[in-house]
């Protein structure tokens, strides 16, 4: 691994304007969530601020009669994800980079720190929500710990069957799966604009997470991010050990592929 | 200016963006056609009863849609120089008026075409018949735009609702121009009006409906739609679409006659 190589995209990539408008994306369902435990009456935690950012919607079930009300919020979140990381591979390109890459003398080395640096993006983005999260949780009198508190749990996701045994299943299905997807969509979007235009990238790996909100297979990676459809908080819905293989599948498939196709792409005439 | 106007609006109908943008709001379209259930036609077009798969992918990504075949025109030739040769040749007026009009019809033929597809094609298979007031399936009531056509001449309701979002398709695609060339890259360009109608979705649910129903729909992004879930007077809807319409003239007249070059 070419460290040089990883350093410049941490410091060219990760310190970019667009991390600081992040916050404004998290505000809202902190709002809303510090709605719900006013509500309850109690202060919530930490840990139940942090689940509400992607507790997603039950699965929706499509028929004649009913309208499809897509959960917004959560769309939002996904997307605001995948826009911070759209761009950058072609703007390390046309700039600097293409010193960068003459050096680097490996383009698969090039585009394995991307992926790096695209992970580490999608750390960067939680690790923001995370402090957001925080930061109301103190606002409104909670206690800043990774407990949870069950009132407030059952009242946000509010599904009676949910049967809460500890904190640490609770951060699993909110936080840690949803950060393994997201990972993985970000490097399939990144692979993909190899291929296709950026825009055309984006809506294609954003059309598979609005497919997953209406279709609940643990194929479509969408419902891993979503917690109340984890099978681990809600026995009998999805599979986990079926979602994490969809997701590695689609993280390593993305690499390979993405490494491939750069490998062959003649870069001096590629434009957007 | 005629002159102008027809270069920009033959660029505008013939790229391959403007293709896959049509064909993809076809196929969401047919898409919601096939998997609808059974009903009259009243009931069941996308239109009226976004229901499934299909309405749902063209109702929420359409401000994409309308944004991918010309919205980023402005932005290329400024990035690519050809707006200068353009400039030496035609007032900038003209160009800017000329350019707003290829990127408005080019956004509402993708809008409308596939709303129109879908009622035709629904118009083949469900019978014709008149909604009656009490109708368990009826998804438009007092308070909705147009709702006394709809109980009247439903062929007419559905016509003027295309037509609707014809003009709703060419307001939202002409944002567009009001970011003018500062974003790096076309995609941002292409996504401007989608991300300003998500954050509108997304601020008005949270701070003015809050977890209630309520009485009138603001979203734009919903007001494309003849059947919302609460009601979407005329009112509002040509007041949203004069707002949009005013931003695009203004800034975009601003961004693309009283710039620098």
Same mark, same amino acid.
């Given at each position: 691994?070419? #460290?040089?190589?990883?350093?410049h995209?941490?410091r *060219?990539?990760?310190?970019?304007?667009?991390?600081?408008?992040?916050?404004l994306l998290?505000?809202?369902?902190?709002?809303?969530?510090?709605?719900?435990?006013?509500?309850?009456?109690?202060?919530?935690t930490?840990?139940?601020? @942090?689940?509400?950012?992607?507790? &997603?919607?039950?699965?929706? #079930?499509?028929?004649?009669?009913?309208?499809?009300?897509?959960?917004? =919020?959560?769309?939002?979140?996904?997307?605001?994800?995948?826009?911070?990381?759209?761009?950058?591979?072609?703007y390390?390109?046309?700039?600097? +980079? =293409?010193?960068?890459?003459?050096?680097?003398?490996?383009? *698969? =080395?090039?585009?394995i720190?991307?992926?790096?640096?695209?992970?580490?993006?999608?750390?960067? #983005?939680?690790?923001?929500?995370?402090?957001?999260a925080?930061?109301?949780?103190?606002?409104k009198? +909670?206690?800043?710990? @990774?407990t949870?508190?069950?009132?407030?749990?059952?009242?946000?996701?509010?599904?009676?069957?949910? *049967?809460?045994?500890?904190? &640490?299943?609770?951060?699993?299905?909110?936080?840690?799966?949803?950060f393994?997807?997201?990972a993985?969509?970000?490097?399939? =979007?990144?692979?993909?604009?190899?291929?296709?235009?950026?825009?055309?990238?984006f809506?294609?790996?954003?059309?598979?997470m609005? @497919?997953?909100?209406?279709?609940?297979?643990?194929?479509?990676?969408?419902?891993?991010?979503?917690?109340i459809?984890? +099978?681990?908080?809600?026995?009998?819905f999805?599979?986990?050990?079926?979602?994490?293989?969809?997701?590695?599948?689609?993280?390593?498939?993305?690499?390979?592929?993405?490494?491939?196709?750069?490998?062959?792409k003649?870069?001096?005439?590629?434009?957007? | 200016?005629?002159?102008?106007?027809?270069?920009?609006?033959?660029?505008?109908?013939?790229?391959?963006?403007?293709?896959? %943008?049509?064909?993809?709001?076809?196929l969401?379209?047919?898409?919601?056609?096939?998997?609808?259930?059974?009903?009259?036609?009243?009931?069941?077009?996308?239109?009226?009863?976004?229901?499934?798969?299909g309405?749902?992918?063209?109702?929420?990504?359409?401000?994409?849609?309308?944004?991918?075949?010309?919205?980023w025109?402005f932005?290329?030739?400024?990035?690519?120089?050809?707006?200068?040769?353009?400039?030496?040749?035609?007032?900038?007026?003209?160009?800017f008026?000329?350019?707003?009009?290829?990127?408005?019809?080019?956004?509402?033929i993708? $809008?409308?075409?596939?709303?129109?597809?879908?009622?035709?094609?629904?118009?083949?298979?469900?019978?014709?018949? $008149?909604p009656?007031?009490?109708?368990?399936?009826?998804a438009?009531?007092?308070?909705?735009?147009l709702?006394?056509?709809?109980?009247?001449?439903?062929?007419l309701?559905?016509?003027?609702?295309?037509?609707?979002?014809?003009?709703?398709?060419?307001?939202?695609?002409?944002?567009?121009?009001?970011?003018?060339?500062?974003?790096?890259?076309?995609?941002?360009?292409?996504?401007?009006?989608?991300?300003?109608?998500?954050?509108?979705?997304?601020?008005?649910n949270?701070?003015?409906?809050?977890?209630n129903?309520?009485?009138?729909?603001?979203?734009?992004?919903?007001?494309?739609?003849?059947?919302?879930?609460?009601?979407?007077?005329?009112?509002?809807?040509?007041?949203?679409?004069?707002?949009f319409? %005013?931003?695009?003239?203004?800034?975009?007249?601003?961004?693309?006659?009283?710039?620098?070059?």
């Amino acid at each position: 691994m070419n #460290y040089k190589l990883l350093q410049h995209d941490f410091r *060219t990539g990760l310190l970019r304007k667009r991390y600081l408008w992040l916050p404004l994306l998290f505000i809202i369902p902190c709002y809303i969530s510090s709605r719900i435990t006013t509500a309850l009456g109690m202060p919530g935690t930490w840990l139940d601020y @942090l689940c509400f950012f992607f507790f &997603g919607c039950e699965p929706i #079930y499509l028929n004649s009669l009913d309208k499809v009300i897509l959960p917004v =919020q959560w769309l939002s979140l996904v997307g605001g994800l995948l826009l911070v990381n759209l761009d950058y591979l072609l703007y390390d390109l046309d700039n600097a +980079g =293409q010193q960068i890459i003459v050096r680097s003398a490996s383009r *698969t =080395q090039w585009f394995i720190s991307k992926c790096m640096w695209n992970i580490a993006s999608t750390m960067v #983005y939680f690790i923001e929500m995370a402090v957001v999260a925080w930061f109301f949780c103190v606002i409104k009198g +909670g206690e800043s710990t @990774l407990t949870q508190i069950s009132e407030v749990s059952v009242g946000t996701y509010n599904v009676a069957e949910i *049967t809460l045994q500890d904190g &640490g299943k609770l951060a699993f299905a909110a936080i840690l799966m949803p950060f393994f997807t997201l990972a993985a969509a970000s490097l399939l =979007q990144m692979a993909l604009c190899i291929f296709i235009p950026p825009v055309f990238s984006f809506f294609f790996v954003f059309m598979i997470m609005e @497919l997953s909100v209406l279709l609940p297979f643990p194929v479509l990676m969408g419902n891993a991010a979503m917690a109340i459809r984890s +099978g681990i908080l809600h026995p009998g819905f999805m599979n986990v050990g079926m979602e994490i293989l969809a997701n590695t599948v689609v993280m390593v498939g993305s690499i390979v592929m993405g490494a491939i196709g750069f490998r062959r792409k003649d870069i001096i005439k590629w434009r957007e | 200016m005629q002159s102008i106007l027809r270069v920009e609006l033959w660029k505008a109908t013939h790229n391959i963006k403007f293709y896959i %943008a049509l064909t993809a709001g076809v196929l969401f379209a047919v898409l919601d056609a096939i998997l609808t259930g059974n009903g009259p036609l009243y009931g069941v077009c996308m239109i009226v009863s976004p229901t499934n798969l299909g309405s749902a992918l063209f109702f929420f990504f359409w401000p994409i849609l309308v944004a991918l075949p010309y919205g980023w025109s402005f932005w290329k030739e400024k990035k690519d120089q050809s707006y200068i040769q353009i400039e030496a040749r035609v007032c900038r007026k003209e160009f800017f008026w000329a350019k707003f009009m290829a990127v408005f019809i080019s956004g509402g033929i993708v $809008m409308s075409i596939p709303i129109l597809l879908n009622i035709l094609i629904l118009a083949l298979f469900h019978p014709y018949e $008149m909604p009656h007031v009490l109708s368990g399936m009826n998804a438009l009531v007092n308070g909705y735009f147009l709702s006394s056509l709809y109980h009247s001449n439903l062929w007419l309701f559905l016509f003027i609702w295309c037509l609707v979002d014809f003009l709703w398709g060419g307001v939202i695609a002409c944002f567009c121009l009001v970011v003018g060339s500062k974003p790096t890259f076309q995609v941002m360009v292409i996504l401007t009006p989608y991300l300003v109608l998500l954050a509108l979705e997304i601020i008005l649910n949270t701070f003015l409906y809050g977890p209630n129903f309520t009485l009138y729909e603001v979203c734009p992004m919903e007001l494309a739609k003849a059947g919302t879930l609460s009601a979407n007077p005329g009112w509002i809807i040509f007041s949203e679409m004069g707002l949009f319409a %005013a931003l695009d003239i203004g800034l975009g007249y601003w961004q693309v006659v009283k710039h620098e070059l």
